[in-house]
Structures are given as structure tokens and as C-alpha cells.
């Protein structure tokens, strides 16, 4: 049975459910994506202020951060976070057929992942553990951080750079379900890996010199000139997908993936482009691996620079650290999900869903969601489930910048199932 503490959270969450249902639609609908949560993060503040807290706007130097805390006494202080970032190119009205939210388009921001229900939860979770604690008596603090720009691995490494975790006797890390078997369990062993993301920066800043002109500034529409910037990122795109398949050794579940950026192009004139970038963001389960990865990449960049007349420039989006293990902490955060007991989905809610598999031409089930969505699984069986295509050497797999928290306090990475719609056989429903 749940102690009288833990009932009066439970009963806390219990009362605030229409709250917070209302408070994760409107960041739902802010939808703003890495770097851009402005209304995102004063709506926490605003929020967590009115609820008590000290708050510290854009901590550790960045806009759409923030810290918050509050005290009980002199005791353990339990860190929790919210995301918030949105995700691009996937905007989604709350509807249950296709439809972009009001005036936008498809490529705008959506929550998807959804760092809205993320965010929102651990407010949730954050205020019923307050009033327990007042209720209670039980002394010790609460820190509560928004972290902005987790598609990019942006704010955590950097809070932990400057002791924002440091001191903490636990932290909380919690994600919505979102690939089995990690759903309704804890992490064990096998915690998230590394993460490397760079722009590489290409700059074509003396087209006249690539050709044997004589004089310094070429007149003629037809001069020689450099190939420049767009040319040395199709290069460097070109010769980095070639290479893909001796970057590392083919296995450790590793990615990398590229976006062209858009920059310096104000015109489609017979000038050589003189700004091009373009961004990579690699996965892997060590550090080692991702250094790998950015030496192959760094001799990819001079070569396609060497190639076009230009120079070139590396500048870092995030490092995020592999994840530790912390089975204290672990076990802990188990315990109490068995005492809570797996996520219920009522009637209403299965009613949408069969809404959304009738709208894609699809038969309606009984049950349209998914059986694992309301089962509870141990750790170690999901870490066991985890590990099996995975080689004994191989300690982390996939990435979040959870994992640099791990480095600074007892971390228990958690989930907790979001609806996710059963299949027939043949049956694959759009991303």
C-alpha cells in the first residue's frame, strides 16, 4: 500500500488532471522547436513562480532555459526537468485525421516525441511531490530545470557544465514510452550513449584568386572564378555518404544523419556562393566511436574545401556523455511504479483512436491500442529484451542528453506508456 505521503501525491495528481491536460495542450500548441521556446519557457516560469519557486531565467547563460527551486527545510534536494522543444517538419493539429494546427504547415513544429506530455508530466510530478511534502512535514528541496533543445542535445551538458546537477541527492528523468521494451519500466544497465553534433561551415571569401585572371577583381561575367561554398557542401555531403560505411565497424547500433542548412543565398546570380553549412548529428554507444566519426568528417571538410576554393569552419552544436547505471535509484522508482500500477485508458480515449484507424481507411479494433501500453515490466526483463541483439562489449545504446546528469547525481531514467495504436498484420500508420 502507498504510504500517506505517497497518497496525498497520488490524490494531488488525481485532482489536477484536467489542469495538466489543459497545460500540455498549450505547449502542444506553442510548438516551438530547439533553441526557439520562447512562450514555452515563460509559461513555466510564470507557472512555477505562482506555485512557490525561486526561478532563475535563462540559467547557465541560455534564453530558454531556466532553474527553478524551493525548499522545505534542511534535507535532500530532488532534481526533475521539463522539456519542451518541438520537433521540425511535423506539425499536427489535435485532431484524428491529418491536419497542420491553425495558419501553419506541416514542415512548422510539432510535439511528436511529445516533449509537451514530457514537460508537463514532470510539473505534474514535481507539484504532488511539493504538497506531500508540506502536508507531511518532510523536509529537504526540490529543483526543477527547463531544458530546451533536446533534439539537439542543447541544455544538459551545459547545465551540468555549470553545477546545476551538482548536490542533488537524486534526479528524476522521465520520458513518455517510446520504443519497446522500455515501456512502463525503468532503465537498468543499458543507459543511453553518446552525442556529437557540428555545423561544418564552408566560406568561399576570395573567388578571384582560384583562377590565372590578371587583375585582382574579375570584370566579365565569364571570368574564371572559384567553384565555392555550395559546391563544397555537395562535396562534402556526397564523400561523407560514400564513406558512411567505413566510418566505424558495423555494429553498436550507431547513426549519423545530416541537415543542409540554409544560409548566405540571397540571390541565384553567377556569383560563387560564398556561405554554405551543413549540420551532422551522430549517435553512438561511446565517445571513442564519435570521435571517430568527427575525424572522418574533419578530412571530409578540408578536402571539399581544398576542391573549391574555399575555407572552411567546425562549430559545435552538443557532446552528451554516455549514461550511467544507478540501480539504487532504479529500484526505487520501480517500487513505486508497481505501487501506482501500469497507465488505464477509458472509454473515451479508446473512442479517438478508433476514430483515427477509421480516418486511414483502416477497420476499427475492440482494442485499438497496443497491449504493452497498460502492462507493467520489470527492468531486468526489458534490460535482458534490450541487450539481446546487442554484443556483451556494447554498454550503451541509442542517445539523450539525459545521460549527462547521470555524471552528477543518482539518475533513474523511467518511462511511462503514451497511447500508441495496435496494427493488423500488413499495416504500417504514418510517422
Not at 512535514?137 to 531544458?147: A, C, H, M, P, Q
Not at 560564398?274 to 566511436?289: H, N, V
Not at 517500487?335 to 473512442?351: L, R, S
Request: aromatic content about 8%; overall charge negative; glycine content about 8%.
Amino acid at each position: 500500500m502507498p504510504s500517506t505521503a505517497q497518497a496525498t501525491a497520488l490524490n494531488h495528481v488525481e485532482q489536477s488532471a484536467e489542469d495538466l491536460s489543459k497545460a500540455c495542450q498549450t505547449i502542444f500548441n506553442f510548438g516551438e522547436t530547439a533553441w526557439r521556446e520562447y512562450e514555452s519557457a515563460a509559461w513555466y516560469v510564470k507557472r512555477l513562480r505562482e506555485e512557490g519557486f525561486a526561478v532563475e531565467e535563462g540559467s547557465a547563460g541560455m534564453p530558454t532555459a531556466f532553474c527553478a527551486d524551493w525548499s522545505n527545510g534542511d534535507g535532500p534536494i530532488i532534481g526533475m526537468y521539463a522539456e519542451y522543444d518541438a520537433v521540425p517538419g511535423n506539425c499536427q493539429a489535435a485532431t484524428t485525421d491529418r491536419a497542420p494546427r491553425d495558419g501553419l504547415g506541416y514542415q512548422a513544429g510539432g510535439h511528436t516525441d511529445p516533449h509537451s506530455g514530457l514537460g508537463i508530466a514532470g510539473l505534474g510530478g514535481l507539484l504532488a511531490t511539493k504538497a506531500a511534502m508540506e502536508k507531511h512535514g518532510i523536509k529537504g528541496g526540490l529543483r526543477f530545470t527547463g531544458e530546451p533543445a533536446e533534439k539537439v542535445r542543447g541544455s544538459k551538458p551545459i547545465h551540468a557544465a555549470a553545477g546545476y546537477y551538482d548536490g542533488l541527492a537524486a534526479i528524476l528523468s522521465f520520458h513518455p514510452f517510446y520504443m519497446l521494451p522500455m515501456c512502463n519500466t525503468v532503465r537498468w544497465d543499458t543507459h543511453c550513449g553518446a552525442a556529437y553534433s557540428m555545423v561544418y561551415r564552408f566560406l568561399c571569401d576570395a573567388p578571384e584568386k582560384w583562377g590565372t585572371t590578371d587583375t585582382p577583381i574579375p570584370q566579365s561575367h565569364s571570368a574564371v572564378r572559384a567553384p565555392g561554398a555550395n559546391d563544397a557542401l555537395n562535396m562534402m555531403y556526397l564523400a561523407s555518404k560514400s564513406l558512411r560505411d567505413n566510418m566505424l565497424p558495423h555494429q553498436g547500433g550507431w547513426s549519423i544523419s545530416e541537415a543542409i542548412l540554409t544560409a548566405g543565398q540571397a540571390t541565384a546570380d553567377n556569383l560563387p556562393a560564398g556561405l554554405a553549412e551543413i549540420q551532422y548529428m551522430m549517435r553512438t554507444p561511446d565517445i571513442a566511436m564519435a570521435e571517430q566519426i568527427t575525424a572522418v568528417l574533419d578530412r571530409n571538410a578540408q578536402a571539399a574545401a581544398d576542391m573549391t576554393g574555399c575555407r572552411w569552419e567546425k562549430h559545435w552544436v552538443c557532446k552528451s556523455r554516455p549514461g550511467l547505471a544507478n540501480h539504487a535509484i532504479a529500484r526505487t522508482v520501480w517500487e513505486t511504479m508497481v505501487e501506482v500500477g501500469p497507465p488505464i485508458w477509458d472509454d473515451g480515449a479508446k473512442a479517438i483512436a478508433r476514430e483515427m484507424q477509421k480516418n486511414l481507411g483502416l477497420a476499427p479494433m475492440e482494442d485499438p491500442f497496443i497491449p504493452e501500453m497498460s502492462r507493467l515490466i520489470d527492468p531486468e526483463a526489458a534490460e535482458a529484451i534490450l541487450r539481446h541483439d546487442l554484443p556483451p562489449s556494447q554498454t550503451n545504446s541509442t542517445s539523450d542528453d539525459y545521460t549527462d546528469m547521470t555524471w552528477h547525481a543518482p539518475t533513474a531514467r523511467f518511462y511511462v506508456a503514451r497511447p500508441a495504436l495496435a496494427a493488423a498484420s500488413g499495416v504500417t500508420y504514418p510517422s
